[in-house]
């Protein structure tokens, strides 16, 4: 069992292995079956109890990446809550309970278009497969964040627009500001990726070490994926206004 909770193996995890695409598959599955029986959902008596619960398992799957980093001894200060995907799933859980659009409009971006990285090229968790707990933790919680978007769009109904893309800009610029200075005063610190790559291969890794040029990169890939994540809606909007017309 202790070997289950501690370091994990270099080389452990493989990319585009059953074990990267199974719990993608899985969540996929979910999101489908939010969907296919969204009527049903909405109208069950015990509807709300198990979003609760959902909310509850993503607060402690967060919280447990940090009791893990302690367990392990890991460095706490090149462990701390300063990224997109610890923030969505914070924010994805208190979404489900309380059901406020605006934590929707930040998240709804921060998943779609910033923590999709993490599912095609998992880095952080490359000595880690399923024989250790960080692999099931990692999963559990940048799985959770997407079907909990996907929840509240077939579940409840609800929409994107401009004003949701500007809101989720604004926090996501805020983030990056905390991660500079943060990275800027902790030796070895690489918040939001803004400092250097991350050990294991990432589609990150191509970016240049310079913080001008990495954030002139990053932000405007980051506007690339943050209007594809907005197009379906502009283009059912467009589809909208036209057939009122």
């Known amino acids: 069992m202790k070997q289950f909770f501690d370091h994990g193996v270099q080389g452990e995890f493989s990319y585009f292995s059953f074990a990267h695409f199974a719990p993608i598959i899985i969540m996929l599955g979910i999101i489908y079956l939010l969907f296919r029986y969204q009527e049903k959902i909405r109208t069950w008596k015990y509807e709300e109890n198990a979003r609760i ?37 914070i924010m994805s859980a208190f979404m489900l309970m309380t059901k406020k659009q605006g934590l929707f409009d930040v998240v709804y971006f921060f998943v779609l278009a910033g923590s999709i990285n993490a599912l095609i090229t998992p880095a952080v968790i490359m000595d880690n497969g399923p024989t250790h707990f960080r692999y099931y933790q990692f999963w559990i919680e940048h799985t959770s964040i997407f079907i909990a978007v996907f929840y509240m769009i077939f579940i409840f109904g609800y929409k994107i627009n401009l004003r949701s893309m500007r809101r989720s800009a604004i926090v996501l610029v805020i983030l990056g500001a905390i991660a500079i200075f943060v990275n800027s005063n902790i030796e070895g610190a690489n918040y939001l990726f803004l400092a250097t790559t991350e050990v294991g291969d990432s589609a990150l890794n191509f970016l240049p070490t310079n913080l001008g040029l990495r954030l002139l990169i990053m932000g405007s890939i980051m506007g690339v994926l943050y209007f594809l994540a907005y197009l379906p809606w502009m283009l059912m909007n467009r589809k909208t206004k036209l057939k009122s017309e």
Do not use: E, M, Q
């Open 53 to 89: 619960i959902f909310a509850a398992v993503i607060l402690f799957s967060d919280s447990a990446y940090f009791w893990h980093k302690i367990y392990i001894g890991a460095n706490v200060a090149n462990h701390l809550p300063v990224t997109v995907c610890g923030w969505a799933a």
